[in-house]
């Protein structure tokens, strides 16, 4: 069981290319997250997804877009990378939609220039 | 919005000690309350969680605290060992939202000295 799976590890991206951060879970958990993590501040949620065929927007939004076509996978994509998007992005699943606690995966970091 | 927040964003023990880190939320609507372990260069992993009916929960040497009445959470650590040196945050859910309204802290730093 390995949990929530993240790849790649590390990432460095020009302005303006696009890049799949790949994520895949093995709990068969419904719910997945995205979420990016800046110095000194809190976890922002980017976009979620209650089961396969369904995501919806979370607070930062802007910039990314998801797709979650099987219950395993949820991909995010980012299309024109920006500076304003060198983060660390860790996405994360649930069993339940509340009163679950989130599993997250071990990161992907990006640095855009 | 409304946010979480930690006293000590830098907390320094000796190995044996007891620790406890501090969390204040502001939303006296929030119903469940995640601790989180975050160590350099990887994702946070689930520590312990608690209901808001609940002013107390135990786990395998951790506890968690809740005062509803000051709006204040803390996490006890015993016999702190220097493998629990990690950066610790805590997350609030409000209702009517799902685990896609945590609200998470920006975390203390716990340094377990030898």
């Known amino acids: 069981n390995a949990g929530v799976t993240q790849t790649p590890k590390f990432r460095i991206l020009k302005i303006g290319q696009s890049m799949t951060l790949q994520c895949t879970q093995d709990?068969?958990?419904?719910?997945m997250y995205w979420y990016r993590q800046d110095p000194g501040m809190g976890l922002k949620l980017i976009y979620y997804s209650v089961g396969a065929g369904i995501t919806d927007k979370g607070e930062v939004p802007n910039g990314y877009n998801v797709s979650r076509s099987t219950t395993e996978d949820f991909p995010l994509r980012l299309e024109l990378a920006a500076p304003s998007q060198t983060s660390v992005y860790f996405c994360a699943s649930s069993y339940q939609g509340r009163n679950s606690p989130l599993h997250f995966g071990n990161g992907t970091r990006l640095t855009v220039t | 919005g409304e946010s979480v927040g930690l006293h000590l964003p830098t907390l320094s023990v000796q190995e044996g000690d007891n620790s406890i880190i501090n969390c204040a939320y502001s939303?006296?609507?929030?119903?469940?309350f995640i601790w989180y372990k975050q160590e350099s260069g990887k994702g946070p992993q689930f520590i312990i969680d608690i209901r808001s009916n609940m002013d107390k929960r135990q786990g395998q040497r951790v506890t968690v605290l809740l005062n509803k009445t000051v709006k204040h959470l803390s996490l006890q650590i015993a016999a702190t060992q220097p493998g629990d040196s990690a950066v610790y945050f805590c997350a609030e859910n409000t209702p009517p939202g799902g685990g896609n309204k945590l609200t998470f802290g920006t975390g203390t730093q716990l340094k377990v000295e030898l």
């Open positions: 939303n006296s609507a929030s119903d469940y």
């Open positions: 709990m068969n958990h419904n719910y």
